[in-house]
């Protein structure tokens, strides 16, 4: 399973910061940004086939993250 979160971060270390705080809460998850994309996205990817979207916004807010889940 995929998810795909539109964000507003634009700095690479503290998109890297992000990500190594979720890989502690979900280490069956795989967690990467796309800084160049319009919408900065963060890729959320599930070895196990489930995702906790409410567990990734409130982590990714909690580092002033504007974040919000990209339904398709």
């Known amino acids: 399973m995929v998810e795909i979160f539109k964000t507003n971060v634009e700095d690479a270390n ?3 910061h992000i990500v190594n705080k979720l890989r502690q809460q979900f280490p069956t998850c795989r967690f990467n940004f796309d800084l160049a994309d319009c919408d900065r996205i963060l ?6 086939g489930t995702i906790d979207t409410e567990g990734v916004i409130e982590i990714a807010k909690k580092y002033s993250l504007e ?6």
């Open 14 to 16: 503290k998109a890297s």
């Open 67 to 72: 974040i919000n889940l990209i339904e398709e």
């Open 43 to 48: 890729r959320a990817e599930s070895y196990n």
